[in-house]
Structure formats: C-alpha cells, structure tokens
C-alpha cells in the first residue's frame, strides 16, 4: 500500500479503495519523477479559481460551468469549418482554466493571460482602448514601447490570419461564439517569460475587447498549433505543461523548448500519435479506440471518436476544458457501467451540475470505485482514482468528472492533473507521464 499525505490508493479486485477527508479528496500513485533536460524556460500557471475558499467539488462546478461555454464554441469550430468557409469572423474556443504570467515591451509590463492550447492567437488590451474589459494590471500602452512594431499587410503572419484588413496597418477581428470578441492591430513586441525575453512575437494589440469570457486576464495566448502561437513562432517542436490538482493551492507548471524533454526510457509513459485536421489545424487531436471501466471493455463503435474529413467527430486534448466530455452515445455506456459497477445509490438531485452521482452512507470514510482506462492508439491510459471521481462528505456525494457531448470529445484537464503532458510536434507525438506537478 503506497501512502500519500494522508491518502490511500489500494487496487484490489479491479477496484480504487478511496479514503477521503470531510472534503473528500482522493488518492494518487507514487509518482515517478522525470528528468528534464535544463534549457529552454519555464512559467508558472495558476489556476483561475485560486484563492477562493472552495471545495474540490465547488471548483469542479465552477469549471464545469466554464467548460460547457467552452465546449460548444470549440464544436461550433468544428461546424463553422465543416459547413462554410465564408464566415464573417472567425469563431474560437476563448477562455480556459489556467493563466499564466508574462511580460510585454520595452521596458516589460507584467500581466497575466489565458493558456488556451484551442487556439492560436496572442493578444493583449493596448491603449487607446474604445471598448475594454476591467483588468488587474495597467492596460499595455504601445507608445511607451520601445520595441512595438506593427505588422505590414503583406506580412506572413498577417496573411495567416483567419480573417484580416487593412487601414492602418494589419488588422484583425476575433469572435468567440458567446459574442465575445477582441478586435485590433496585429503588431510585433518582445515577450518575457520569467527571465528569458523573445524579440518580435506577432500578437493582438486589442482596441475592442467585449464580452465576459476574458475578465480573469488581460488577454490570451494560444498554443495551437497554427502559425500564429506562441509554440509556432518560437520554432520550439516541444512544449509541455504539468497541472496540480484542482483543490491545490500550489501552481502548475508550462515547459517550453528542451526543457519539455524527459527520460524516454521510463516505463510510465504512454505515447499515442497526434492526428492532424486540415479543417482544424489548431487542434491537438488523439485516436481514442476505446474505454474500460473496472475489467470490462466497453462496447463501443471504433468510428465512435473518429475524425472526419470536413472537421467533425474526433476527440481532442485541451487544457482549457475542466471535466472531460465523451460522444453521447460512449458516454452513456460509461456512466452505465460506473453505475452497475458501484454498490451506492444514484444521487439524481442535479446539485452538483455533474450527470452521474453517488450518495455516500452517512459517515462514511471511503468508497470503492472502479479503475478507468482510456485506450488510446498505441497506449492504454490508466487514471489515478482522483483524475475522475470527485466527491464532497459534506455534500454526501461522489461524482464522475465526466459529460456527455454531440460530436467533438474533450480531454479534459481534471483527467490529465498529475501528469506531465508532453507535444512533441516533430515526431507528431503527445506522451504522458505520471509526475508529482508540485514538484517541478
């Protein structure tokens, strides 16, 4: 029996043992510590519902909420690619769960923004703003900047833009599918991230910024895998990022360059091809083949998380989505065996704002729940018990930190916390490995 804290992860009999505490928390593995090659850098990531006095299941709901906003604009990507190409904006996925802190100009002003690995796009509130959110920091101000530059119409980057104009330069307009929008001058500057600073960065200078989806930061950087990110325009074929758990306090980590490196020869990592949408080059999409719940393999279809040809279906991994969201139809048999397989009554309140819920006996200290597989090509991914059942003793329930979607599925970050979350874009490659996030 490996023992954490104050935590106990016992398999036996296919099943999780899970003690938790009045809040309810579950166990994890003993986690294998990677080597990582010391080059490239590194941000600190914190999460947008740090600092609040919340539960683990209060911050799961809160994402929830989020992720469902999230979820169908990222299908309404997906339907705007697969029905039209005359649009009048594009549509992207927008805010995410996790911000990060960088610098902007000459000299750097610090500020955070949203890590959204669903699209592309840098940009920042710029003055003179006619239209602005409310922000913690000073709006950028380019006329303090010694190194702004803003981009010809004729630029690549400018070119690569989804929809473009040009009046005073490169313009660029960006909605978000809950009208949410940020409009403005795709410009050049250095950014700065912790002490490594990177000259001419193409990003949004925003003018007009509206809607509420943006208010945790001021602005957003994308890490798609479009020309126009972060992770493009660095030339880094390698970037990774490693995420505490929900109800921790302590920061998550973004790993850029060689500094994503770890030790190929581990025999926890699972590795699994990275599939590629001409409809929908920003995505990171994964081959699901199937799922297990306990030791029963699922009966679902193989064209069930398929991608298509004109951007639909598929299943893809995305920071910025809290719980994961599985086809209605694989979803069902999911939470059908979750059901069949606990010895606890279903908790059909609806309070928790997740779809499958168990009530726990008055008292009770631990429960057991089934172990989690999800195969991917070339990997089977078993999640630690506290990657998908989240529960409160105080509420009296344990719930599936899982959804049913139309269409697109999402990987989402609860089922990745603990684990560093490698993007190897050379050899077209996504690994994870177990690792303590706390620790890196």
């Not at 895998?225 to 490693?242: A, D, N, T």
């Not at 926890?268 to 409809?279: E, V």
């Not at 083949?289 to 299943?315: M, N, W």
Request: charged share 20%; with cysteine; aromatic share 8%.
């Amino acid at each position: 029996m490996a023992r954490m804290t104050s935590l106990c992860f016992v398999l036996a009999l296919a099943m999780f043992t899970i003690f938790f505490s009045p809040a309810f928390s579950t166990s994890r593995r003993a986690l294998e510590h990677p080597k990582i090659l010391q080059k490239g850098f590194r941000v600190r990531l914190k999460h947008v519902d740090s600092g609040k006095n919340l539960t683990k299941l209060e911050r799961i709901r809160h994402g929830v909420k989020r992720g469902r906003n999230r979820l169908q604009r990222l299908k309404a990507m997906a339907l705007v690619a697969s029905s039209s190409s005359e649009i009048e904006a594009p549509v992207l996925p927008g805010n995410g769960e996790f911000l990060m802190k960088l610098a902007i100009g000459t000299p750097p002003e610090t500020y955070s923004a949203i890590l959204d690995t669903g699209s592309d796009l840098i940009w920042t509130q710029c003055k003179p703003c006619t239209q602005c959110f409310d922000q913690s920091t000073p709006i950028f101000d380019p006329k303090k900047s010694s190194s702004f530059s803003k981009l010809s119409c004729s630029s690549q980057l400018c070119e690569a833009l989804p929809q473009s104009s040009c009046n005073k330069g490169c313009e660029y307009q960006y909605s978000y599918g809950d009208y949410s929008s940020t409009q403005g001058i795709l410009a050049s500057e250095t950014l700065t991230f912790g002490k490594a600073s990177v000259p001419n960065v193409a990003f949004g200078c925003g003018a007009d910024n509206e809607g509420s989806g943006f208010s945790q930061g001021a602005g957003l950087v994308g890490l798609g895998r479009g020309p126009l990110s972060l992770v493009s325009q660095l030339k880094e074929p390698k970037f990774s990022y490693c995420l505490t758990t929900v109800d921790d306090t302590k920061t998550s980590t973004l790993l850029m360059g060689s500094l994503a490196s770890v030790n190929a020869s581990s025999s926890a990592i699972k590795t699994t091809p990275l599939i590629h949408s001409p409809a929908q080059p920003s995505f990171y999409y994964l081959s699901l083949e199937g799922i297990s719940v306990g030791d029963t393999r699922l009966p679902i279809k193989k064209s069930t998380f398929s991608l298509q040809d004109d951007g639909s279906g598929g299943l893809i991994i995305d920071s910025g989505t809290t719980i994961t969201y599985l086809e209605e139809s694989a979803f069902d048999l999911v939470a059908k065996e979750f059901t069949s397989q606990i010895n606890l009554p279903v908790d059909s309140s609806g309070s928790t704002g997740l779809d499958v819920c168990f009530t726990l006996p008055s008292g009770s200290t631990n429960m057991e729940v089934p172990k989690l597989v999800f195969h991917f090509d070339g990997a089977d991914l078993e999640l630690p018990a506290e990657n998908y059942m989240i529960g409160d003793s105080s509420m009296g329930v344990a719930c599936l930190a899982m959804g049913s979607s139309s269409g697109m599925s999402i990987f989402g970050n609860v089922q990745q916390q603990n684990m560093l979350v490698l993007h190897d874009l050379e050899k077209e490659t996504l690994s994870f490995l177990p690792t303590p996030c706390d620790l890196l």
